[in-house]
């Protein structure tokens, strides 16, 4: 084993890691970025155990999963995200109130197909809290929904035999009752 | 727009952020949906979840006319403090079943789920998802009298019914130990237990029997110990390794006769009692700081309320006290809050006698249960069923008893024919 650590020191910002999406582009972040990202922060575990030299500009990562387009924006939340963390601290209440006023204005701009995409990038790049808000942002974009309009939005069709679905939706026909127009 | 596949943890992700209407609504989306929706351990996960959302409270009375029973689900908006319950904020619950009398029995509630019966019949009802089942009827009758509870136990992730029967005269020694029948929501049956071995000696119910807390896998009766104490005790009764087990009360403090009715209910999510002093018209409330241990118990706070007729009915929101007040044409609802000393009025119902009120937690449990539409001409096809079984159960004992004596008529015969030729 090297003297050196296991992971690359997040709080120091001199780092850069470049990030090489499916789509062929490139994104320079900032190391305390790219390390919320489990999946490119495990890379250089096994990069640090390997000894190989590491956590220097140099460094690329291919992201074969990953589309530049939803990068681009979990990049910019992750920004955020840290830059909120840091604003407050010593106080979790504050935190969380700007979080969540910062994840309301950020889902104005997002439409809810794109939600899943993110979601694909998240989970692929194992960023736990931004897959955790886009799962919740999900579900509050469908809860009112039309079962019609969940099966469009998760690409899904429906496998009853005849008569199986109507018999639940006779079963259950009050959990129709107050569904948005799709 | 593409077909996208979520990964399945993912869509198990999201659909635990779903009020139970919009699962409900969503197991017609596909088979693996339905099949995801309505399985145990998703169930059970969005039991778990659900407990942080405890603003709303179910309330249960009994209506003037018609003499029925009738719940109410009542939503506390915490920004607004003068609360005039306003109809957004009140909903009224509908129990898809009558009872044959006006009104069922409360057994008790756990989790949101409520439990019912009249006689040997007990009801599961589950008010957010309007599903009820109906258990089979318990093998035990009870001879002299028999206390029902209801709780759930976390480690197996069971509700379970409990039915203890008395044998004899409860008197002051306690006689002979009850009979103890535990129904499992997911065994789907009945069973009589050796819960009943454990049963102390000298211990009876107390004699004001109120529905028993359950918290901690257990339920919890308050009890008479008729030893050398004589104090008040709480009996408890495990759901899990289904033993009974005593609880002594802080020493001295609940003599047996004394002038005090104590309740148990939960505190904070610990074994906490109401005692109610009638010589003061006041309540105190007891926690039972660490679970088990007799010199934990503390005395939190007292509740004296500067109006007449009312009565603490449980806690809700962590630490407020529900309160009820009766009054011309029916009972007014309170959370105390006993730090500020504030009484916050949470509306109104026609009622004739005294309301039980619990936090309202939603649930998807009973989904995975065959659906139970028991009318009142089914219930009494069923009875006929039982008298007709009732009926071939005694030919098949006649029939039984003829063979017998026709057997033993014929050894005797031969016996008596031997004896007449050796003669």
């Given at each position: 084993m090297s003297n050196q650590s296991e992971s690359p020191n997040p709080t120091s910002s001199s780092n850069k890691i470049t990030l090489k999406t499916s789509d062929n582009e490139v994104f320079e972040v900032e190391e305390a970025v790219a390390m919320k990202f489990c999946t490119v922060k495990q890379y250089f575990d096994d990069e640090n155990n390997n000894n190989v030299t590491s956590g220097t500009s140099t460094t690329l990562i291919p992201l074969p999963n990953v589309e530049s387009h939803p990068l681009a924006i979990l990049i910019t939340y992750c920004k955020k995200h840290l830059e909120i963390k840091a604003n407050n601290a010593d106080n979790k209440k504050e935190m969380e109130i700007d979080m969540e006023h910062y994840e309301r204005e950020f889902l104005k701009n997002v439409m809810p197909q794109e939600l899943t995409e993110l979601i694909l990038a998240a989970n692929y790049l194992n960023f736990k809290e931004a897959l955790d808000f886009f799962c919740r942002a999900v579900a509050s974009a469908i809860q009112n929904k039309s079962v019609e309009y969940v099966r469009k939005f998760f690409g899904l069709e429906s496998d009853f035999k005849p008569g199986e679905e109507e018999k639940l939706r006779e079963e259950f026909a009050w959990s129709f009752e107050g569904v948005d127009e799709d | 727009m593409d077909l996208v596949y979520l990964p399945y943890d993912v869509l198990v992700e999201i659909l635990h952020g779903l009020p139970v209407k919009s699962l409900i609504r969503f197991r017609c989306v596909s088979k693996s949906w339905n099949s995801l929706i309505t399985s145990p351990a998703f169930i059970n996960f969005n039991l778990t979840r659900s407990h942080s959302d405890s603003n709303k409270l179910i309330v249960r009375y009994v209506d003037v006319t018609p003499h029925v029973e009738r719940y109410k689900l009542i939503?506390?908006?915490?920004?607004?403090?003068?609360?005039?319950?306003?109809?957004?904020?009140?909903?009224?619950?509908?129990?898809?079943?009558?009872?044959?009398?006006?009104?069922?029995?409360?057994?008790?509630?756990?989790?949101?789920?409520?439990?019912?019966?009249?006689?040997?019949?007990?009801?599961?009802?589950?008010?957010?998802?309007?599903?009820?089942?109906?258990?089979?009827?318990p093998s035990v009758t009870a001879e002299f009298s028999c206390y029902p509870a209801f709780g759930f136990d976390s480690r197996t992730n069971d509700y379970k019914v409990v039915r203890i029967a008395y044998r004899s005269f409860t008197g002051f020694e306690g006689a002979k130990p009850p009979l103890v029948e535990v129904y499992s929501v997911s065994e789907g049956s009945w069973r009589v237990t050796s819960g009943g071995d454990s049963y102390p000696p000298k211990i009876t119910m107390s004699d004001w029997p109120q529905q028993a807390a359950s918290l901690n896998g257990a339920v919890y009766f308050v009890a008479n110990d008729w030893g050398d104490a004589r104090n008040l005790i709480v009996l408890s009764f495990d759901l899990g390794d289904e033993v009974f087990r005593l609880i002594s009360l802080p020493n001295g403090k609940f003599r047996l006769h004394a002038d005090a009715r104590v309740f148990t209910s939960e505190f904070k999510g610990l074994l906490s009692l109401i005692c109610y002093e009638s010589w003061r018209y006041s309540y105190c409330i007891w926690v039972m700081e660490e679970y088990g241990i007799v010199d934990s118990w503390t005395k939190q706070f007292n509740i004296d309320l500067n109006m007449e007729e009312w009565k603490v009915l449980g806690f809700w929101k962590n630490d407020h006290v529900l309160v009820q007040k009766i009054q011309s044409g029916g009972l007014m609802l309170f959370s105390y809050d006993h730090v500020t000393l504030q009484l916050k009025n949470l509306g109104f119902c026609k009622s004739t006698g005294c309301s039980y009120a619990d936090k309202y937690v939603e649930n998807l449990v009973l989904l995975d249960k065959p659906n139970d539409v028991v009318s009142k001409e089914e219930s009494e096809q069923e009875e006929e069923v039982k008298v007709k079984r009732f009926d071939s159960s005694i030919q098949l004992?006649?029939?039984?008893?003829?063979?017998?004596?026709?057997?033993?008529?014929?050894?005797?015969?031969?016996?008596?024919?031997?004896a007449i030729l050796k003669y």
């Open positions: - | 939503h506390e908006d915490d920004n607004d403090n003068n609360v005039s319950s306003s109809s957004e904020q009140t909903q009224d619950l509908k129990l898809p079943l009558r009872s044959s009398r006006s009104y069922f029995q409360l057994v008790g509630s756990a989790n949101g789920l409520f439990c019912l019966y009249e006689g040997n019949r007990f009801i599961v009802w589950n008010p957010c998802i309007r599903k009820f089942i109906t258990l089979p009827n004992k006649i029939s039984a008893f003829t063979f017998l004596s026709s057997i033993l008529f014929l050894v005797y015969a031969r016996y008596f024919c031997v």
